[in-house]
């Protein structure tokens, strides 16, 4: 399932995932042609699963990120 929201110029995504929270910013930190932030909703306490918010300034760069961690992990 995908969470996803538009406002203005800015587009978010909630993205469940076991991944250390660095891979992700690495890899938008590479390839983000625009600004994000992130910010974790929900987290076990053992932080083997968790569900982070994404906020993209470009649409194109919440596409390829959809691409690369597979949408299949994006929560409604």
């Known amino acids: ?3 996803s929201s538009n406002t203005d110029d800015t587009c978010s ?3 469940r995932t076991g991944d250390r929270i660095v891979i992700l910013e690495d890899w938008l930190d ?4 625009g600004s994000w ?16 918010k994404v906020v ?3 649409e194109d ?5 959809m691409r690369k961690f597979d949408g299949t992990m994006m929560v409604g």
């Not at 590479?30 to 042609?33: D, F, I, N, T």
């Not at 760069?61 to 990120?65: G, N, V």
């Open 30 to 33: 590479e390839y983000a042609s």
């Open 61 to 65: 760069d919440k596409i390829s990120f």
């Open 56 to 58: 993209f300034e470009v």
């Open 13 to 15: 995504i909630s993205y």
């Open 37 to 52: 932030s992130m910010g974790v909703e929900n987290a076990k306490t053992d932080e083997s699963l968790k569900t982070v």
């Open 1 to 3: 399932m995908l969470a």
